[in-house]
């Protein structure tokens, strides 16, 4: 509930939740610092930046990195791709599955042959993904 609150805060501008969130940024626990990273997104800056492209790089949790890599897609669709890429033949399927929304997500125009290909998917909800996001970009 405080993580709640502090992010709601955040999101309109009032600053008392910061310390919180910046203490939960800064925790060991890989997951606090998602959550963190979650509660700021909406206000972006060099910090988050730095702490999101860690999450999504340095992280040995393949959750972790592609909740960090869906955050930072806006910011940079290379490095969310990049990830979901090297995720996308992982072991476990809940893995994969994931990789591919983030992959359907961060595809940009020039990223059609990709979606083309998820189409193809054996994945119902990677299909359905991938053909959502075409429509997005043709229309």
């Not at 730095?50 to 393949?62: I, R």
């Not at 399927?93 to 083309?116: D, K, Y």
């Not at 290909?117 to 909800?125: G, I, K, N, Q, T």
């Amino acid at each position: 509930m405080r993580t709640r609150a502090a992010a709601a805060l955040y999101r309109l501008g009032d600053p008392a939740g910061t310390p919180w969130l910046q203490e939960l940024a800064a925790s060991e626990v890989p997951a606090g610092r998602l959550v963190a990273a979650q509660a700021m997104a909406s206000r972006p800056d060099a910090g988050w930046m730095a702490l999101v492209t860690d999450l999504a790089t340095a992280s040995g949790e393949p959750e972790i990195r592609l909740g960090a890599a869906k955050l930072i897609a806006p910011q940079n669709p290379g490095l969310a791709a990049s990830v979901a890429r090297e995720l996308s033949s992982h072991d476990n399927l809940a893995v994969r599955e994931l990789a591919g929304a983030v992959m359907a997500e961060t595809a940009t125009g020039e990223g059609l042959a990709a979606l083309r290909a998820m189409l193809r998917s054996s994945s119902d909800p990677t299909r359905l993904r991938a053909a959502a996001r075409v429509l997005e970009l043709t229309r």
